[in-house]
């Protein structure tokens, strides 16, 4: 299995919200640091095991979940 490039945009992993870059790293053998940064600022991060694609994907969920919320606070001002 190949390893993913250290950093990640949309065209490279479909499921990145716009805005937003995942990068990652393995501190130790099959152990990731994964991070989304949102052109904003704000990051969402996992640390855990050797399936970097799982962690990946939590992540963008929780960017996601992030977007969202952010979304419904912009629409009550």
């Known amino acids: 299995m190949s390893k ?3 950093t990640l945009t949309a065209k490279d992993f479909p499921g990145i919200p716009t805005g937003w870059t995942l990068t ?3 501190p130790s053998n ?3 640091h994964v991070r989304l940064t949102s ?3 704000p990051e969402v991060e996992m640390n855990g ?3 970097l694609e799982e962690l990946v994907s939590c992540c963008i969920e929780d960017a ?3 977007d969202k919320q952010l979304q419904v ?3 009550l001002k």
Do not use: I, R, T, V
């Open 73 to 75: 606070k912009k629409s």
């Open 30 to 32: 099959n152990f990731y």
């Open 49 to 51: 095991g050797a399936d």
């Open 39 to 41: 052109e904003y600022g």
């Open 64 to 66: 996601k979940e992030f």
């Open 4 to 6: 993913l490039p250290y």
């Open 24 to 26: 990652y790293d393995e």
